[in-house]
């Protein structure tokens, strides 16, 4: 199974600051990664996939790079709607698995 | 619209059985694969089960292996989730889940598993 460690488990941050989430599959997947955020109460919702590519409706702000082991999530200008936890998912083969997850807080 | 709406949670025993259903619309769902994945409280997510368009291929996750069964009826629009033998670590709350490749492009929002005697 491909292990998904995502680092770190938590980040605090203000408006306007630059955030960056890692995902480090444990072996490579090529660019079948996934990028969700989930807010409370609430089901997760696409960001990212894959890899770099933004899902349509997604602000700007988000971006995602990487490919084979190593991932990247980021959120240039924090907004108060970003406030939430972040995931990682390996689409590369089965089973499928997440990343613990990034829960990005108001510093 | 797609929307994918999940039903069937509820308090069950320990050892005992439970039927989740996902009802999908707005788009062919014999196109597509589904899945559930689960969220134990507090905890991330993980995945179970998927199903393949024409249901013919399914996999699982180590943890429901041999416990679980997924199932879909194209002619209902509908995936089901059969759990036997529950155990207290499969509390969580089930997602349905459109796949479109192996990530998932639409969520429900979720039926709640409680076990518990």
């Known amino acids: 199974d491909i292990q998904m460690t995502q680092s770190p488990s938590s980040v605090s941050a203000s408006i306007g600051d630059r955030v960056t989430i890692t995902c480090r599959a444990s072996?490579?997947?090529?660019?079948?990664l996934a990028w969700y955020q989930q807010k409370p109460g609430k089901a997760p919702k696409v960001l990212i996939y894959?890899?770099?590519t933004l899902q349509s409706g997604v602000p700007s702000r988000f971006s995602g790079s990487g490919s084979g082991t190593d991932f990247t999530l980021t959120i240039t200008s924090l907004q108060p709607e970003d406030f939430a936890t972040y995931y990682c998912?390996?689409?590369?083969?089965?089973?499928?698995?997440f990343g613990g997850g990034t829960k990005v807080e108001i510093k | 619209e797609v929307q994918v709406l999940e039903s069937g949670g509820g308090l069950v025993q320990p050892g005992g059985s439970l039927r989740l259903s996902c009802a999908a619309s707005?788009?062919?769902?014999?196109?597509?694969?589904l899945s559930w994945v689960r969220q134990a409280p507090g905890k991330g997510l993980e995945w179970v089960s998927d199903?393949?368009?024409?249901?013919?291929?399914?996999h699982y996750a180590d943890s429901v292996k041999g416990r679980f069964t997924i199932s879909r009826d194209n002619s209902k629009n509908t995936v089901f989730l059969q759990m036997y033998s529950l155990r207290a670590e499969d509390a969580a709350l089930y997602y349905c889940a459109k796949q479109y490749g192996h990530h998932f492009d639409y969520w429900g929002q979720g039926a709640l598993v409680t076990v518990s005697s």
């Open positions: 998912q390996q689409a590369n083969s089965f089973p499928l698995t």
């Open positions: 072996q490579g997947i090529s660019n079948w």
């Open positions: 199903i393949s368009g024409d249901g013919i291929t399914t």
């Open positions: 894959p890899a770099s």
């Open positions: 707005g788009f062919s769902s014999n196109n597509f694969a």
